[in-house]
């Protein structure tokens, strides 16, 4: 069984947003933490009698921010971690999550899509390629006939003359 806070909703993937914002927006405030999406001024005229500890004192902004950045985390794919990480407030990685799911370019999501799969999987993996080690060169331009043999031999292909 998966004890993880959050483990109730879908994880953030590249087509899940619709889902995971409504979901999560649904977990911060079932924890008395949907304040920390709100812009600061807000947050501040909007602590409620619920938002009490055992103590009696309602818990810092800086503590919620925390415990909410702490579930959104837990809620989203691995490529995701980094845009939570580096963002200094639950608001702000909500805000660069939703400016990253919800643009108007579907070339834009279909790359997302793409890549985040591919991430995920364990598919990609960067490394500087010199220019005549580009073995896939042959199939996008014209070369040279030694060019041509050079690639075409990098890839496996022989010729049946």
Request: hydrophobic share 40%.
């Amino acid at each position: 069984m998966d004890n993880r806070p959050g483990a109730s909703i879908v994880r953030l993937g590249t087509n899940l947003w619709p889902i995971w914002n409504m979901q999560f927006r649904a977990v911060l405030d079932s924890k008395n933490l949907g304040e920390v999406l709100e812009e600061p001024a807000e947050a501040m005229t909007s602590t409620t009698s619920s938002q009490t500890t055992a103590q009696g004192a309602a818990p810092s902004r800086a503590a919620q921010d925390k415990q909410a950045k702490g579930l959104m985390a837990l809620s989203v794919e691995k490529i995701y971690l980094t845009i939570v990480d580096e963002s200094e407030t639950t608001r702000e990685a909500w805000v660069k999550l939703e400016k990253l799911h919800t643009g108007n370019s579907k070339a834009r999501k279909a790359a997302l899509a793409r890549e985040g799969d591919r991430v995920l999987v364990g598919d990609v993996h960067f490394s500087y390629c010199r220019t005549e080690d580009m073995a896939a060169d042959f199939l996008t331009k014209a070369l040279s006939p030694d060019k041509f043999r050079r690639c075409r031999e990098m890839i496996g292909m022989v010729s049946l003359d």
